[in-house]
């Protein structure tokens, strides 16, 4: 990195890190989120099924998680930036490649593989290196790096929907990958693996005192043998599941109710803004009450919209989902990993959270899946929301549960031996 990284540097390069994660979520989960504009027209181009259109999505959603416990290892051996960038670069051709399909079968591996594959390589590699670069502002830095997943859902999907409008969903996807692949190749480059490798220190300061106790450090084997990494894990797919759901079908849904596609990608813009503030109210509330008891209201609190979406027929009411949706969604994404962090320490975390991710993956295949599939067998999506809002009150009694082993855990070690 040079001299200009160097101790006597102004700007820490633990900095350039977090702009680049921004980058590399933004694109990641701005791109895999942002299929819904893409929907009727190639639900029209391929007269194919909504069950059938939705699996696209479903699988590079269903990579992007599960992937993680191969790239989050892989980059601990090669480096951040080979992992991302090479991720960067296959969602880049993988857009590119799906415009020029001439069947839905080609869309599945262009888009689905491809961007599934590639973003599946970016976001886990990314996280688990800026872990490195801070310890004590880690959770600012974290913070920052994730509000790239809130931009990128709220910047795409309108871009997306003009690129269609305008130009066509097959020229719309050639600007978007081109873009992809000149913006964020060039930001997963500038990763780099640890401060101590280039003679910095975390945090651009002293490194931690040797005499601070040493908080947990488990193995993912030890983690994977534990009942509270199942238990998160199971919270993890049923989150996933309905998640999922109103991202990829919300468009088709607004026009069922006779609304027009730029509504709907308005809507997906404002679950994305309202993202980035959950991220930082969610976090506010998880200082003062605690991170597991605030996950467990945001699934409760999801659960709620969940079944309102069914009932939402006006866009007033779309609106308000959209937003309380958005911003319950945007608590999710740092509490999970933070809960994790916390259980079994952040030494390892890059896999565990690799594998915790992995079980995300399964939900995020399924839930649009299934949701179209009941589509087309009923002409509707209510039994699919009804699904959904049974799988998030089950995630928050897993929850539930990982909080009573805790607080049991935590009483026995009170008790005099």
């Known amino acids: 990195m040079g001299s200009a990284t160097g101790s006597g540097q102004k700007l820490f390069y633990g900095w350039i890190i977090v702009g680049a994660s921004f980058v590399g979520t933004f694109f990641a989960f701005g791109i895999a989120y942002s299929f819904g504009p893409f929907f009727p027209a190639i639900e029209a181009a391929f007269d194919a099924s909504r069950s059938d259109v939705a699996l696209v999505s479903a699988i590079a959603g269903g990579l992007l998680f599960s992937l993680g416990a191969v790239s989050g290892p892989l980059a601990d051996r090669l480096g951040p930036a080979v992992v991302a960038a090479t991720g960067m670069a296959l969602v880049a051709a993988g857009l590119i490649a799906a415009a020029q399909a001439a069947t839905l079968w080609q869309i599945y591996i262009a888009y689905g593989l491809g961007v599934g594959v590639g973003a599946g390589c970016i976001y886990v590699p990314v996280i688990s290196a800026l872990q490195r670069w801070f310890v004590r502002r880690?959770?600012?830095?974290?913070?920052?790096?994730?509000?790239?997943?809130?931009?990128?859902?709220?910047?795409?999907?309108?871009?997306?929907?003009?690129?269609?409008?305008?130009?066509?969903?097959?020229?719309?996807?050639?600007?978007?990958?081109?873009?992809?692949?000149?913006?964020?190749?060039?930001?997963?480059?500038?990763?780099?693996?640890?401060?101590?490798?280039?003679?910095?220190?975390?945090?651009?300061?002293?490194?931690?005192?040797?005499?601070?106790?040493?908080?947990?450090?488990?193995?993912?084997?030890?983690?994977?043998?534990?009942?509270?990494?199942?238990?998160?894990?199971?919270?993890?797919?049923?989150?996933?599941?309905?998640?999922?759901?109103?991202?990829?079908?919300?468009?088709?849904?607004?026009?069922?109710?006779?609304m027009t596609e730029a509504t709907g990608a308005w809507l997906l813009s404002l679950i994305g803004v309202s993202s980035i503030g959950g991220r930082f109210l969610v976090g506010i509330l998880a200082d003062r009450f605690g991170r597991l008891r605030t996950l467990t209201g945001v699934y409760?609190?999801?659960?709620?919209?969940?079944?309102?979406?069914?009932?939402?027929?006006?866009?007033?009411?779309?609106?308000?989902?959209?937003?309380?949706?958005?911003?319950?969604?945007?608590?999710?994404?740092?509490?999970?990993?933070?809960?994790?962090?916390?259980?079994?320490?952040?030494?390892?975390?890059?896999?565990?959270?690799?594998?915790?991710?992995?079980?995300?993956?399964?939900?995020?295949?399924?839930?649009?899946?299934?949701?179209?599939?009941?589509?087309?067998?009923?002409?509707?999506?209510?039994?699919?929301?009804?699904?959904?809002?049974?799988?998030?009150?089950?995630?928050?009694?897993?929850?539930?549960a990982v909080g009573a082993r805790s607080r049991a855990a935590e009483v026995a070690s009170r008790q005099p031996e």
Request: net charge negative.
């Open 138 to 258: 880690r959770g600012l830095a974290s913070g920052l790096a994730v509000m790239g997943v809130g931009a990128g859902t709220l910047v795409t999907p309108p871009v997306a929907n003009w690129l269609v409008q305008e130009h066509g969903w097959r020229d719309a996807m050639t600007w978007l990958g081109i873009g992809v692949g000149v913006i964020g190749l060039l930001a997963m480059l500038l990763l780099r693996h640890s401060p101590e490798r280039y003679g910095l220190n975390p945090d651009g300061g002293a490194p931690p005192s040797s005499e601070a106790p040493p908080g947990p450090a488990s193995t993912l084997r030890e983690a994977i043998g534990t009942p509270e990494f199942w238990l998160l894990s199971g919270a993890g797919l049923t989150i996933s599941f309905s998640l999922f759901m109103p991202l990829v079908h919300l468009v088709p849904y607004v026009l069922d109710q006779s």
């Open 300 to 400: 409760l609190g999801l659960a709620v919209m969940m079944a309102f979406w069914h009932f939402a027929v006006e866009v007033w009411a779309l609106g308000f989902f959209a937003v309380i949706f958005g911003t319950l969604y945007g608590g999710f994404a740092p509490l999970m990993p933070a809960i994790l962090a916390d259980i079994f320490g952040v030494r390892h975390l890059g896999g565990i959270l690799g594998v915790n991710y992995s079980a995300s993956g399964l939900g995020v295949l399924g839930g649009p899946t299934l949701a179209g599939l009941i589509f087309d067998m009923t002409g509707g999506y209510g039994p699919a929301i009804v699904f959904a809002v049974l799988s998030l009150l089950l995630g928050a009694a897993f929850l539930l």
